[in-house]
């Protein structure tokens, strides 16, 4: 069987089979003819189930689209059959297509990944928590200021504004703090400020 000109191969995995794994370059793009294959991610050592595609879905194609590599697992979740649309075959489909409808589906691509990684980009440390709130709430701080018809009295801003001392304290506390876990929300256009306090004496 052919598909613009490339061999289409049917494979079947019997359940807890490997269809693809995460970090390899994507060579195929996948279609489930029988079957469940789950789509999973492992983060900190909890393997997170992402999906399930079913009969007549398609997975695996992202890797395709933008040439990256794999973001997930793809394991059989019982006894399945999935055809495989090689790499050479999409790639000439997708050349025949006008230059829009080609620009469109890369920006959606591109749009889904940064979902994904939104999405797996949560709190996880101690860190990653401090940021999180100094984010969220400096965000508020900035809307009460400019937005005075939300807050007239002025009392919500003042009660934040304490809000963000007491996390400054907070954070003291937890500055010899260990956590062993991987901090994903590093100072970014997403969480800019790490906000610290320095002792007296310390510059």
Same mark, same amino acid.
């Given at each position: 069987?052919?598909?613009? =000109?490339? @061999?289409?191969?049917?494979?079947?995995?019997?359940?807890?089979?490997? *269809?693809?794994?995460?970090?390899?370059? =994507?060579? %195929?793009?996948?279609?489930?003819?029988?079957? &469940?294959?789950?789509?999973? !991610?492992? *983060?900190?050592?909890?393997?997170?189930?992402?999906?399930?595609?079913?009969?007549?879905?398609?997975?695996?194609?992202?890797?395709?689209?933008?040439?990256?590599?794999?973001?997930?697992? %793809?394991?059989?979740?019982?006894?399945? *059959?999935?055809?495989?649309?090689?790499? !050479?075959?999409?790639?000439?489909?997708? =050349? !025949?297509? $006008? $230059?829009?409808?080609?620009?469109?589906?890369? #920006?959606?691509?591109?749009?889904?990944?940064?979902? +994904? &990684?939104?999405?797996?980009?949560? $709190?996880?440390?101690?860190?990653?928590?401090?940021? %999180?709130?100094?984010? +969220?709430?400096?965000?508020?701080?900035?809307?009460?200021?400019?937005?005075?018809?939300?807050?007239?009295?002025? @009392?919500?801003?003042?009660?934040?504004?304490?809000?963000? %001392?007491?996390?400054?304290?907070?954070?003291?506390?937890?500055?010899? +703090?260990?956590? !062993?876990?991987?901090?994903?929300?590093?100072?970014?256009?997403?969480? $800019? #400020?790490?906000?610290?306090?320095?002792?007296?004496?310390?510059?």
């Amino acid at each position: 069987m052919y598909f613009d =000109g490339a @061999d289409v191969e049917k494979n079947f995995y019997s359940k807890g089979d490997l *269809v693809f794994q995460e970090g390899e370059k =994507g060579d %195929a793009a996948y279609i489930v003819e029988m079957g &469940e294959i789950g789509i999973f !991610k492992t *983060v900190e050592g909890e393997k997170v189930h992402l999906a399930t595609m079913k009969e007549g879905e398609m997975f695996g194609e992202m890797a395709i689209i933008d040439d990256s590599k794999r973001m997930a697992n %793809a394991i059989a979740m019982e006894d399945s *059959v999935v055809i495989s649309l090689p790499r !050479k075959g999409l790639e000439s489909m997708l =050349g !025949k297509q $006008p $230059p829009m409808v080609k620009t469109l589906i890369q #920006i959606l691509a591109d749009n889904l990944r940064s979902v +994904h &990684e939104a999405y797996m980009m949560r $709190p996880r440390s101690v860190r990653d928590y401090m940021n %999180a709130i100094t984010f +969220h709430m400096g965000g508020f701080i900035k809307y009460l200021e400019i937005s005075k018809e939300a807050d007239p009295s002025g @009392d919500g801003l003042k009660s934040l504004k304490a809000m963000e %001392a007491e996390l400054d304290v907070l954070r003291e506390q937890f500055v010899l +703090h260990e956590d !062993k876990r991987d901090s994903v929300m590093k100072p970014s256009d997403s969480f $800019p #400020i790490t906000k610290t306090r320095t002792k007296a004496g310390e510059s």
